[in-house]
């Protein structure tokens, strides 16, 4: 898989490493020479340019990536290179960051953002799943607006405590993607049971994360 990464700074970096090692290419782009630094990436591609103009990606051929990741610090230079990527070279995933809260309500399909990552969101999400157990703790946005990665901790008097995966009338548009226990990562099937202590991981769509709440027993 071919991935653009606009933002080369610590984060976009990060990325790239990541992503390298999972035997993916990898192209940085950034406008600031003193972002360029391909001795802490040797491996990646590198383009000295301006990711918001069209004749830079062309130059970076766009067209040919499978995913973007709009990483810089700025959220306006973020959006930008999603819409880009979307509407003029039809990149299939767009991933963007999102550096100030205040702006989240933008990143979403219009701009042509397909998962926006806020990172002061995510860190409170992680340190409310930490020390909550019943509570329904939001962890991920997808399409903002359409589906969220949501994550609950069964409490020991938790009503589907016993109760078996397949016997459960979850809410439409909700899926149970993982169940976590004891340091283990279970897909569930249909006779796994749901056991107090579980942590359990869904995706589902904004609009029916109270009735999943209700169902669950969260407080």
Known sequence: MRVAIAGAGAVGRSIAQELLENGHEVLLIDKSPKAIKVEMVPRAEWLLADACEIASLDDAALER???????????????????????EYGVP???????????????????GVDVA??????????????????????????????????????????????????????????????????????????????????ELMFVASQDVEDELAELLGAR
Do not use: Y
């Open 65 to 87: 990536c499978q995913v973007v990741v709009a990483s810089s610090g700025d959220d306006k230079v973020n959006l930008v290179v999603s819409l880009l990527a979307k509407t």
């Open 93 to 111: 995933r767009v991933v963007a960051r999102i550096n100030h809260p205040k702006n989240e309500w933008l990143f979403n399909e219009s701009w």
């Open 117 to 198: 990552v806020s990172t002061p969101r995510l860190l409170s999400a992680l340190v409310e799943e930490a020390v909550s157990v019943g509570d329904l703790v939001r962890l991920m946005t997808f399409r903002q607006g359409e589906a969220n990665l949501v994550e609950l901790t069964l409490p020991e008097d938790a009503p589907l405590g016993g109760e078996r995966v397949g016997s459960v009338a979850w809410p439409r548009d909700t899926a149970l993607v993982a169940i976590l226990r004891e340091g283990r990562v279970l897909v569930p099937a249909d006779d796994d049971t749901l056991e107090p202590g579980d």
